[in-house]
């Protein structure tokens, strides 16, 4: 990371440890600290390398330095260094470390042939059996003499096809092409790995370079590139620059000419040579394991051709294999989804012919349909959204066992990424979640089973800050939805770090027990809602609850104190509603059902910290209630009126009024036609963030959309339907 200022070089490191991880392998940062060379540095070590980097005090380690920074540390002198290309690949070779990504490797400079000007990279390549992955050396370097060089020092060189047909260039680090052919193209990370385990098996001690290209959406245009360049290396040779001196330079007038292009190209690159990289070490593992046998399960991991009801090794349930692009699913994201992943079963009782009772009958077997799919409540959400066009990253907990891969193979076919999932160690009795779902002849639930232990775990048991965060800052989401699967501490650390970057938070309560986790104080963390939380500094902007989950969450506030609060009655009482003939107006907009419940009357006394409640009453239809901000425009437009039901004062500042409107639902189906009720709600909440983030500006302007989304759910089986996807909010 020596090219990336501190602190950028730490958020980036780390990033790249979370894109191995992601990606089924685990990362080994590679440094000296204190004059000890370390394989794996940990997070504290990485910040003291880098920050010394920064002030100049770490040296720049070769092949050559190694015993001199080393022998120093012996000798009572204590400094840092980053290691080059060969640096590493002396140190990983030791630790029995197969494949290297990098960034760029170095070669022979322009008029090498006089100045003999060679980076000891090219000669470690002829010397030490690591395959080194990059995006070629970089592109102010002489490429024809710098692959020459490697030829003279058998060094196997491809380039990986990307997806192109035949001959391809040896990329140009900033861009994808540089005029010359590569010596061999690679088809894709399995090809990579075989070759790699082939040597190893020959008398041959040379290492291996394979050429990934920039991605093609950061590739700068050649003739660009080569203009920035050729003025670059004129102002080098003008200023002096020579030796090691050289390179920082050339690039700091690289980055100054391509007005800042050359480093989004570079943080594109490295990113995608550590995804390549990672992707080919878990191939050859896989390889390792079968003894060199090739077969489907050890092709790539971006085929997703991974069979649930296949054999799987004890090593392949440590891999985390994720979709083609998931580089691209670490840039911006519209929505972040942090919840269950579950293994779903639903087994839905068929009664013998001519029996008339719909139920099935308890302490004995019961004839059923049975299906299996992916579930959870945070994976209906994401796959819902997804569905509707948004994009979307995933964040949720499975354990090292079979259902974990299975999960994470249904998850790569359906086209989510799994480079937010988190992988936890059967030492943590971590068991992937599994939800049993007994339903009579209507359909209708009768009981459920659900094992969410892996979801109750503390926070100290989870990477959240240099997993989940890193991932949320690097992707810098519209919205956070979080469902309430989550322990009290973890589900109010998901809603903090979402406000600390800005998102907006949508809370799933899931369950009438769980719906209280939002006012739940823990051990580890505050309430996710408390008394400070109060508009305009709520925590949660929008909740689903069902009737009875409002209920709850409302008894919750209650018993917590939050309707006693400062805040609290601040907002109640700028709302301007007046209690004569309150009922009377409330049953107008609504029902007489739904005011004898007294579910208007709870969601506007949970207005002043969740200011938009969305209220799913099944047959009933949704209830949307909403505190205004003064200058709305529903406050003052006619078609808005009927569902106004107050107004503040025109001087208050912080609210404008209260919206409550209730709609019908989009369908009644008949029995018959109701094939699964599991994942309705969720796909409605989906819809309504999905809508949001692409530019809805009222709630109320996606919800017949999220109906009719639900209701095609409802007559689905398994979870979500794919048949939304041909619904769009314009």
Same mark, same amino acid.
């Given at each position: 990371?020596?090219?990336?200022?501190?602190?950028?070089?730490?958020?980036?490191?780390?990033?790249?440890?979370?894109?191995?991880?992601?990606?089924?392998?685990?990362?080994?940062?590679?440094?000296?600290?204190?004059?000890?060379?370390?394989?794996?540095?940990?997070?504290?070590?990485?910040?003291?390398?880098?920050?010394?980097?920064?002030?100049?005090?770490?040296?720049?380690?070769?092949?050559?330095?190694?015993?001199?920074?080393?022998?120093?540390?012996?000798?009572?002198?204590?400094?840092?260094?980053?290691?080059?290309?060969?640096? @590493?690949?002396?140190?990983?070779?030791?630790?029995?470390?197969?494949?290297?990504?990098? *960034?760029?490797?170095?070669?022979?400079?322009?008029?090498?042939?006089?100045?003999?000007?060679?980076?000891?990279?090219?000669?470690?390549?002829?010397?030490?059996?690591?395959?080194?992955?990059?995006?070629?050396?970089?592109?102010?370097?002489?490429?024809?003499?710098?692959?020459?060089?490697?030829?003279?020092?058998?060094?196997?060189?491809?380039?990986?096809?990307?997806?192109?047909?035949?001959?391809?260039?040896?990329?140009?680090?900033?861009?994808?092409?540089?005029?010359?052919?590569?010596?061999?193209?690679?088809?894709?990370?399995?090809?990579?790995?075989?070759?790699?385990?082939?040597?190893?098996?020959?008398?041959?001690?040379?290492?291996?370079?394979?050429?990934?290209?920039?991605?093609?959406?950061?590739?700068?245009?050649?003739?660009?590139?080569?203009?920035?360049?050729?003025?670059?290396?004129?102002?080098?040779?003008?200023?002096?620059?020579? *030796?090691?001196?050289?390179?920082?330079?050339?690039?700091?007038?690289?980055?100054?000419?391509?007005?800042?292009?050359?480093?989004?190209?570079?943080?594109?690159?490295?990113?995608?040579?550590?995804?390549?990289?990672?992707?080919?070490?878990?191939?050859?593992?896989?390889?390792?394991?079968?003894?060199?046998?090739?077969?489907?399960?050890?092709?790539?991991?971006?085929?997703?051709?991974?069979?649930?009801?296949?054999?799987?090794?004890?090593? %392949?349930?440590?891999?985390?294999?994720?979709?083609?692009?998931?580089?691209?699913?670490?840039?911006?994201?519209?929505?972040?989804?942090?919840?269950?992943?579950?293994?779903?079963?639903?087994?839905?009782?068929?009664?013998?012919?001519? %029996?008339?009772?719909?139920?099935?009958?308890?302490?004995?077997?019961?004839?059923?349909?049975?299906?299996?799919?992916?579930?959870?409540?945070?994976?209906?959400?994401?796959?819902?959204?997804?569905?509707?066009?948004?994009?979307?990253?995933?964040?949720?907990?499975?354990?090292?066992?079979?259902?974990?891969?299975?999960?994470?193979?249904?998850?790569?076919?359906?086209?989510?990424?799994?480079? *937010?999932?988190?992988?936890?160690?059967?030492?943590?009795?971590?068991?992937?979640?599994?939800?049993?779902?007994?339903?009579?002849?209507?359909?209708?639930?009768?009981?459920?089973?659900?094992?969410?232990?892996?979801?109750?775990?503390?926070?100290?048991?989870?990477?959240?800050?240099?997993? &989940?965060?890193?991932?949320?800052?690097?992707?810098?989401?519209?919205?956070?939805?979080?469902?309430?699967?989550?322990?009290?501490?973890?589900?109010?650390? &998901?809603?903090?770090?979402?406000?600390?970057?800005?998102?907006?938070?949508?809370?799933?309560?899931?369950?009438?027990?769980?719906?209280?986790?939002?006012?739940?104080?823990?051990?580890?963390?505050?309430?996710?809602?408390?008394?400070?939380?109060?508009?305009?500094?709520?925590?949660?902007?929008?909740?689903?609850?069902?009737?009875?989950?409002?209920?709850?969450?409302?008894?919750?506030?209650?018993?917590?104190?939050?309707?006693?609060?400062?805040?609290?009655?601040?907002?109640?009482?700028?709302?301007?509603?007046?209690?004569?003939?309150?009922? %009377?107006?409330?049953?107008?907009?609504?029902?007489?059902?739904?005011?004898?419940?007294?579910?208007?009357?709870?969601?506007?006394?949970?207005?002043?910290?969740?200011?938009?409640?969305?209220?799913?009453?099944?047959?009933?239809?949704?209830?949307?209630?909403?505190?205004?901000?003064?200058?709305?425009?529903?406050?003052?437009?006619?078609?808005?009126?009927?569902?106004?039901?107050?107004?503040?004062?025109? @001087?208050? %500042?912080?609210?404008?009024?209260?919206?409550?409107?209730?709609?019908?639902?989009?369908?009644?189906?008949?029995?018959?036609?109701?094939?699964?009720?599991?994942?309705?709600?969720?796909?409605?909440?989906?819809?309504?963030?999905?809508?949001?983030?692409?530019?809805?500006?009222?709630?109320?302007?996606?919800?017949?959309?999220?109906?009719?989304?639900?209701?095609?759910?409802?007559?689905?089986? *398994?979870?979500?339907?794919?048949?939304?996807?041909?619904?769009?909010?314009?």
């Amino acid at each position: 990371m020596a090219r990336f200022p501190y602190p950028e070089s730490v958020a980036l490191a780390s990033l790249l440890e979370t894109v191995v991880r992601a990606n089924g392998g685990i990362p080994a940062t590679i440094g000296i600290l204190n004059g000890v060379a370390k394989v794996g540095l940990s997070a504290e070590e990485l910040i003291e390398l880098a920050s010394t980097a920064e002030s100049k005090n770490a040296l720049k380690v070769s092949r050559r330095d190694l015993g001199y920074i080393c022998g120093l540390g012996l000798a009572g002198k204590r400094v840092h260094g980053g290691t080059t290309v060969s640096g @590493t690949m002396i140190l990983a070779h030791l630790a029995g470390v197969r494949v290297f990504g990098t *960034g760029g490797l170095g070669g022979v400079h322009r008029g090498g042939e006089n100045s003999m000007d060679i980076s000891a990279d090219l000669t470690e390549l002829g010397r030490t059996p690591v395959a080194v992955v990059s995006s070629g050396c970089k592109s102010f370097l002489d490429i024809p003499r710098t692959l020459e060089y490697l030829e003279t020092e058998g060094v196997c060189v491809g380039t990986f096809a990307d997806g192109r047909a035949g001959q391809v260039d040896f990329p140009a680090f900033f861009t994808r092409d540089s005029g010359i052919k590569s010596p061999k193209v690679i088809q894709d990370e399995a090809e990579a790995a075989a070759i790699i385990y082939a040597q190893s098996k020959l008398p041959v001690s040379s290492g291996m370079h394979f050429a990934n290209p920039v991605p093609v959406e950061q590739s700068i245009p050649k003739q660009e590139m080569d203009e920035i360049i050729e003025e670059a290396i004129r102002l080098a040779e003008v200023e002096g620059r020579q *030796g090691s001196d050289n390179t920082p330079f050339v690039l700091s007038k690289i980055k100054q000419l391509s007005g800042g292009k050359s480093v989004v190209a570079n943080r594109a690159l490295v990113e995608a040579n550590v995804q390549r990289a990672t992707r080919v070490a878990v191939e050859l593992a896989n390889l390792e394991q079968s003894n060199g046998t090739l077969n489907e399960r050890h092709m790539p991991a971006i085929s997703g051709d991974v069979r649930a009801d296949q054999a799987t090794s004890e090593t %392949e349930l440590k891999l985390n294999p994720t979709t083609e692009g998931s580089i691209e699913a670490l840039d911006k994201v519209d929505v972040l989804v942090a919840g269950s992943l579950a293994v779903d079963f639903s087994c839905d009782y068929a009664p013998p012919a001519g %029996e008339q009772d719909i139920k099935p009958i308890s302490d004995t077997s019961n004839p059923a349909n049975i299906r299996q799919s992916l579930g959870g409540v945070g994976h209906n959400v994401a796959i819902a959204t997804k569905y509707l066009g948004s994009s979307v990253l995933f964040c949720s907990l499975v354990g090292d066992d079979l259902s974990g891969r299975a999960a994470l193979s249904a998850l790569q076919k359906e086209g989510l990424s799994t480079a *937010g999932v988190q992988i936890l160690p059967a030492s943590n009795d971590a068991r992937t979640a599994q939800y049993v779902a007994v339903n009579d002849a209507r359909k209708d639930l009768v009981v459920a089973m659900a094992d969410m232990g892996i979801m109750e775990l503390p926070g100290k048991n989870l990477d959240f800050g240099n997993f &989940w965060e890193t991932l949320l800052s690097r992707t810098k989401p519209q919205w956070v939805i979080v469902d309430a699967n989550w322990s009290p501490g973890v589900l109010s650390n &998901w809603v903090s770090v979402a406000k600390k970057h800005g998102a907006r938070v949508a809370f799933e309560p899931v369950s009438n027990a769980k719906s209280r986790r939002l006012f739940s104080r823990s051990a580890e963390a505050n309430a996710a809602i408390s008394p400070s939380t109060s508009v305009p500094n709520h925590a949660i902007s929008l909740a689903t609850p069902n009737q009875f989950e409002l209920t709850t969450m409302y008894m919750a506030a209650r018993e917590s104190g939050l309707l006693d609060s400062d805040g609290w009655w601040r907002i109640i009482d700028a709302m301007g509603m007046s209690s004569a003939g309150a009922r %009377e107006r409330l049953v107008a907009m609504t029902s007489n059902h739904l005011v004898d419940q007294g579910i208007p009357q709870q969601s506007i006394q949970l207005l002043p910290y969740i200011p938009c409640l969305i209220t799913k009453l099944g047959s009933q239809g949704v209830l949307v209630t909403q505190l205004l901000r003064p200058g709305d425009p529903r406050l003052t437009s006619p078609d808005s009126a009927p569902y106004i039901l107050s107004r503040a004062a025109i @001087t208050d %500042e912080l609210i404008g009024g209260v919206y409550l409107r209730l709609f019908p639902p989009a369908a009644v189906l008949p029995d018959e036609e109701i094939v699964s009720v599991n994942g309705a709600g969720d796909t409605l909440l989906g819809a309504v963030i999905s809508g949001l983030a692409k530019g809805a500006k009222n709630v109320e302007d996606v919800i017949p959309l999220a109906q009719e989304a639900s209701l095609r759910t409802l007559k689905s089986p *398994g979870g979500v339907s794919s048949d939304i996807a041909s619904l769009r909010y314009v």
